[in-house]
């Protein structure tokens, strides 16, 4: 297992030769434990409604002149459909806290897909009561992704106001997911200003200590509308402390997360794709992860689901996506996954790189 020094030294490290010797131990240390398959999950935003006004989001409550949608029942059934047909293993149910999403109407929609489609049913809800989390976990919900989005907990909390009266514990609820049965996910964002390089090293630490079945990391990306992106009160560090937002971070983290988690389910996010259109997507396939996530949310939607400026894929549609996809898979020699792509086994890993002798 890596040392929180030796991420440290990762994280900080610029010779592009020793880099590559990273991105070479991430790439086998993928290859040998979850294989060549890149396993598409079908995102679909479903409602952009949200109580929470964290401090970096840009579909945050304390938004009022952004246009709130909720996808009808059928909407996401027909969008569930369409995921079976393009031969996604699952889809991903994403929205903001969105009391309108009830725990029954999340429930109905779980037992119906699970009903028509061979999917996996991977929810991304936000903080939700247990009963909730149960209720849907009964209706046949396999994943829960749940972003602890970074392990310092003062700057958590400071970009993360809880609501009033209710304190949820992020740590607390993955081990309760945990305990009902799904797989879970979490991750961070990187580069929050605020965040040093300290506190990313501790959050690999963390990926391995919570045993995460999937981890998204993506680089925080300012969004004018939000208090954090804004600009005047930016709680950045001194630029020697301040972890950068960028693509090579994000490398960084993902590849740091594949050899502290090799087992591990590991998405070449979307934010990642932002930051460079034309291949962010195949490097971070290269460089430690093995899953893409095509967004199937209608093409209407989209630009109202705009949690950070300039996201990729806002005008496709969900074919363009699926074709996109399976091409850039194709350009890279791996295979799309087949089946619903589960952590495969909670069991010995195979970690044979040695990276005290590459560096
Ligand atoms: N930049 C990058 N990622 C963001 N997210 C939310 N806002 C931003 C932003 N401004 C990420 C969070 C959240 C996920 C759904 O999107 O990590 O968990
Ligand atoms: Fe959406 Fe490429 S994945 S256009």
Not at 1 to 24: F, H, K, V
Not at 295 to 317: D, F, G
Request: proline residues 6%; hydrophobic residues 35%.
């Amino acid at each position: 297992m890596l040392t929180c020094d030796e991420i440290l030294g990762w994280l900080r490290e610029d010779n592009p030769d020793r880099l590559a010797s990273l991105w070479r131990a991430a790439d086998e240390v993928r290859r040998l434990n979850v294989g060549d398959e890149v396993h598409l999950r079908g995102l679909l935003e479903i409602s952009n409604h949200c109580r929470r006004d964290c401090a970096y989001c840009g579909i945050r409550a304390g938004r009022p002149s952004l246009a709130r949608y909720r996808m009808t029942a059928e909407e996401i059934l027909a969008c569930a459909g369409a995921a079976a047909e393009f031969g996604y293993g699952t889809v991903v149910l994403q929205a903001g806290e969105d009391a309108g999403l009830t725990g029954s109407i999340i429930a109905d929609i779980v037992a119906e897909i699970k009903f028509r489609y061979p999917l996996a049913v991977t929810l991304s809800l936000g903080e939700r009561s247990d009963e909730e989390l149960l209720a849907w976990r009964q209706a046949g919900a396999d994943r829960y992704l749940l972003r602890f989005e970074t392990s310092n907990r003062d700057l958590f909390a400071r970009i993360h106001p809880a609501l009033p009266g209710r304190s949820r514990d992020r740590f607390e609820m993955l081990q309760r997911l945990r305990q009902m049965g799904y797989e879970i996910g979490s991750g961070v964002m990187c580069g929050i200003p605020g965040q040093s390089y300290e506190d990313l090293a501790e959050d690999v630490l963390l990926f391995a200590r919570l045993d995460l079945d999937m981890i998204g990391i993506g680089p925080y990306i300012p969004h004018e509308g939000t208090p954090l992106g804004a600009g005047p009160d930016d709680p950045r560090l001194p630029p020697e402390r301040q972890a950068p937002n960028t693509e090579l971070m994000t490398y960084k983290l993902v590849a740091l997360a594949r050899l502290a988690c090799p087992q591990a389910n590991i998405p070449s996010t979307t934010a990642l794709a932002t930051l460079n259109l034309a291949s962010g997507r195949e490097l971070g396939l290269q460089r430690g992860a093995n899953i893409l996530m095509p967004n199937i949310t209608l093409t209407q939607y989209r630009r109202l689901y705009e949690i950070y400026p300039s996201k990729a894929c806002i005008m496709e549609t969900a074919a363009q996506c699926h074709s996109c996809m399976r091409r850039r898979i194709q350009s890279i020699g791996r295979q799309p996954g087949r089946g619903p792509g589960g952590r495969r086994c909670r069991g010995v890993a195979t970690s044979t790189i040695e990276l005290e002798e590459q560096r």
